[in-house]
Structures are given as structure tokens and as C-alpha cells.
């Protein structure tokens, strides 16, 4: 997967084009679910989809001119950097302020990609236009802002704050829970089936040990490596590896710590497995605690999903260690 960087003029003219027609279908889809309730909103957002429209019009007026009619296949999707973003404009009755910060997101992504895309022209013409939709797009994210003073009735924000909360969701709360997940259930497997099928607190402290710092180590360097943070403002890609890396850690080293119970205790198996049962269960309620309260998912769905997910594979690990 390229980064913006490795791309040609042509093919960055192209991203911008299917970006922009992109971001306009997703302000229509905000337009039309704000439209029974807020009017004012409805209205905004229709014409922010408009000026979307009409900055993909000029990108490929431009295109056409310099390289034909032809644009190759590319999305954001494609290039490395860009921020991947769950489709959450598709669900249905979607709060307005989800959507006004789905909005600052966006036009963040889209204004570092512009300022980027100007940088690496050779073209002055070119150059100038991507510098303009820079602006045009730093204009939308007042725009966003102001859907809340309109229509939330709230007390007007500190917008220096509210970016200062995004930029640690996305640096910090999204690479660690990433990493907490992984670290909690994805070593259950060995833990437990290394300990039903030893029975020996020593011999799982270690296979505990190693998967743990092994995986701690594999979450850490694929999170550096998937999103280098120059587009997506997602921050130094080494600092959210260590993050990413670190929970992970935590994760799995959580319950392998029980099984330093010493072997020597009276029922020192069962002793070491039940605190680690305990600490399991701890573990997947703070998975679901973070996710109702950064990822705004319900937290009973979110409880059952983590400890359905979990018991699966606990239930895998300690049927495969006593077969």
C-alpha cells in the first residue's frame, strides 16, 4: 500500500476526486436523517455537500485538462496514511453531535491531505488549488462546529479542547483499547491450555509470559506500520505503537501473574486459575467501560460481546489443554 508521498500527480488529483464525491455523499446521508428534526442543520449539510460537489467539479475540470478523461481506480482506502473510518453516517438516527464530530474528523483528514497534496505539486496551478481547498475545507470545520451552538442548545465549546480530545482518542484511547483486546482474549488460548494441560503454575506463568511480550511486541509494530500519522493527524506512528504494544502487554500479563502462585501451595492450580478467572473477568468489563465511553457503544452490548468473545476462546484453550 502506497503512501500519499509515493504518488504521482495523476493519481493524487484522482484520490482527491473520489474523496471529494466521497465526503458529499456522506453530508447528503447527514442532511437527509437531520431533516424531520433539525431544519437548520438539514440545510447546512446540504450545502456543505454542494461545496463538495462543487470542489470535485473544479479537481476534474483541472484533470481533464492536464491528463484526459481517464482516473485511475484509487481511494483512500488504497493509500497508506489516510484514517479508516467506520461508516457510522449508516446507522440510523445518528446524534447530531456524532455527526458534527464525524464532520470535524473529516475535514481535519481532508484539510492535512490538501496541504500535503499542494507541497508535492510541481504544477503552479495545481499547487494554488489544492492550497485553496485547504482553506475552503478549514472553513467547513467552523461550519461543523456551529451545528452544535445552533441546534444542541448548548454552552458554546473551547474548540482548542475539543481537538486536544480528539487527537488523544485517536492516539492514544483507539491504539490501546486495540491493543487491550488483543493482549486480554487472544492469549486466554495459550494461558489456559498451557495450564489444564500441565497443571503446573510454573510451566503457565511462562507460556503466559512469552505469548504476552511476544504479542506485545507484534500489536506494537504493526500499529507503527499501518498509519504513518501525516494524514490522518493520528500522531507519531512510534508513540502509538508503544502504546498499542504496552496494553497489550497488560493485557495478557493480567492473568498470567496468578500462576506465580508457587507450586508448593495446597491446591496451588485451582488457587492460581480462579484469580486469574477474576482477573479475566476485570479485564473484559474495563474493555467494555472504555469502549461505551471514547467509542459510544452501549456498554450491556458491549459486556456481552467482550465475554461471549472471551469465554470462546478461554473455553477453546482449556478444552484443548485437557484433551
Not at 77 to 93: A, S
Not at 97 to 114: G, K, N, S
Not at 268 to 288: D, K, M, P, S, Y
Amino acid at each position: 500500500m502506497p503512501t500519499l508521498n509515493e504518488l504521482t500527480e495523476r493519481e493524487i488529483l484522482a484520490l482527491a476526486i473520489t474523496s471529494e464525491e466521497e465526503d458529499s455523499r456522506i453530508y447528503d446521508t447527514f442532511a437527509d436523517q437531520c431533516r424531520e428534526n433539525f431544519p437548520a442543520s438539514t440545510q447546512l449539510f446540504a450545502a456543505m455537500a454542494a461545496e463538495e460537489r462543487g470542489h470535485r467539479d473544479s479537481l476534474y475540470a483541472l484533470y481533464r485538462e492536464r491528463l484526459g478523461e481517464t482516473l485511475p481506480a484509487i481511494r483512500r482506502e488504497d493509500v497508506r496514511g489516510f484514517l479508516k473510518r467506520k461508516p457510522v453516517w449508516l446507522t440510523k438516527h445518528l446524534p447530531l453531535e456524532r455527526m458534527r464530530q464525524e464532520v470535524a474528523i473529516m475535514e481535519l483528514e481532508t484539510t492535512r491531505f490538501y496541504e500535503r497534496a499542494a507541497a508535492q505539486a510541481t504544477d503552479l496551478g495545481v499547487r494554488q488549488l489544492f492550497t485553496h481547498l485547504a482553506e475552503a475545507e478549514r472553513g467547513h470545520e467552523k461550519m461543523a462546529a456551529r451545528i452544535e451552538e445552533k441546534q444542541l442548545g448548548a454552552k458554546e465549546r473551547d474548540e482548542e479542547k475539543m481537538a486536544q480530545h480528539r487527537l488523544f482518542v485517536l492516539q492514544y484511547v483507539q491504539p490501546g483499547l486495540t491493543g487491550l483486546i488483543d493482549g486480554s482474549v487472544s492469549t486466554l488460548a495459550p494461558l489456559f491450555a498451557a495450564a489444564f494441560a500441565t497443571h503446573s503454575n510454573k510451566d503457565t506463568f511462562l507460556v503466559g509470559l512469552a505469548a504476552s511480550l511476544g504479542a506485545g511486541i507484534s500489536m506494537g509494530i504493526s500499529e507503527a506500520m499501518s498509519d504513518d500519522g501525516i494524514i490522518s493527524g493520528r500522531g507519531s506512528p512510534w508513540l502509538r505503537g508503544v502504546v498499542c504494544g504496552l496494553m497489550t502487554a497488560v493485557g495478557g500479563l493480567g492473568h498470567t501473574i496468578p500462576y506465580l502462585v508457587p507450586d508448593s501451595w495446597a491446591n496451588a492450580f485451582w488457587v492460581a486459575t480462579a484469580l486469574a478467572g477474576v482477573v479475566v473477568a476485570v479485564e473484559l468489563v474495563a474493555i467494555a467501560w472504555v469502549r461505551t465511553r471514547y467509542m459510544e457503544t452501549p456498554f450491556f452490548r458491549s459486556v456481552m460481546q467482550v465475554i461471549v468473545g472471551g469465554a470462546l476462546v478461554l473455553a477453546a484453550g482449556a478444552i484443548i489443554g485437557s484433551s
